[in-house]
């Protein structure tokens, strides 16, 4: 069984910058691939970023290229989302994932094990 935690969400101002965290626990971290997702009220949950197993490739949605960047330290089980120039439409519960194998990394439906969430509030 793999356990993901989310940390680092918050309240922000237009323009700043929040770095969230996944921390994954369980089996071998250094196997699985990870992706963030995230859901704003009444929309459904899109895909943000992902990262393979090795950090070798990374994947983001076209419209926060630029201004994220997803990444991971093995060594410390952890993954990465920096988010800069945050906008009001960032609003959102973000959520990491993650998936053993070759995968569809922009598909929700890949991955296997998700976190609970943390709230990402960006104010105008």
């Known amino acids: 069984q793999v356990q993901l935690k989310e940390s680092g969400g918050g309240l922000v101002q237009a323009g700043g910058s929040l770095r969230l965290s996944c921390a994954v626990s369980?089996?071998?971290?250094?196997?699985?691939?990870v992706g963030w997702f995230r859901q704003a009220p009444g929309k459904e949950r899109e895909f943000v970023a992902a990262i393979s197993w090795s950090g070798d490739y990374t994947y983001y949605r076209d419209s926060l290229k630029g201004r994220t960047t997803i990444s991971r330290d093995n060594a410390k089980n952890t993954v990465y989302l920096q988010m800069n120039s945050l906008k009001p439409e960032d609003t959102a519960v973000y959520y990491c994932a993650a998936h053993s194998g070759s995968w569809f990394p922009y598909s929700s439906a890949q991955y296997d094990y998700w976190g609970q969430g943390t709230q990402v509030t960006v104010s105008s």
């Open positions: 369980g089996r071998t971290f250094s196997r699985y691939q």
